[in-house]
């Protein structure tokens, strides 16, 4: 079984920087994409950034384009989210996934498996 745990949440003021940590723990992920997600009170869960199984390619919504940077490390099984200029709107629970499938991660159906999310909390 598959859990992926995140970590890094918390509180700071606009501008500011966090980092977002996830990682898997019972089986190796290497070979899946690995992504983030999050979800704003009273919103619908969105895509926020996904990352290849190489780390070769990454794609980012545009709304944070610029602003967040997705990486990973295969030899810890885990994937990580900085984020830079942070602003109120990117208040939310931010959720890690992880799927063989590059293009599910995107779309958000179908995806293998899901973190419990950890709260960022941007204040003005």
């Known amino acids: 079984q598959v859990q992926l745990v995140e970590s890094g949440g918390g509180l700071v003021q606009a501008g500011g920087s966090l980092r977002l940590s996830c990682a898997a723990s019972?089986?190796?992920?290497?070979?899946?994409?690995m992504g983030w997600f999050r979800q704003a009170p009273g919103k619908e869960r969105e895509f926020v950034a996904v990352i290849s199984w190489s780390g070769d390619t990454t794609r980012y919504a545009d709304s944070v384009k610029g602003r967040f940077t997705i990486s990973r490390d295969n030899a810890k099984n885990s994937v990580y989210l900085q984020m830079n200029s942070l602003k109120p709107e990117d208040t939310a629970v931010y959720y890690c996934?992880?799927?063989?499938?590059?293009?599910?991660?995107?779309?958000?159906?179908?995806?293998?498996?899901w973190g419990k999310g950890t709260l960022v909390t941007v204040s003005s």
């Open positions: 996934a992880a799927d063989n499938n590059l293009r599910q991660i995107i779309v958000g159906t179908g995806v293998d498996y």
């Open positions: 019972g089986r190796t992920l290497s070979r899946h994409a």
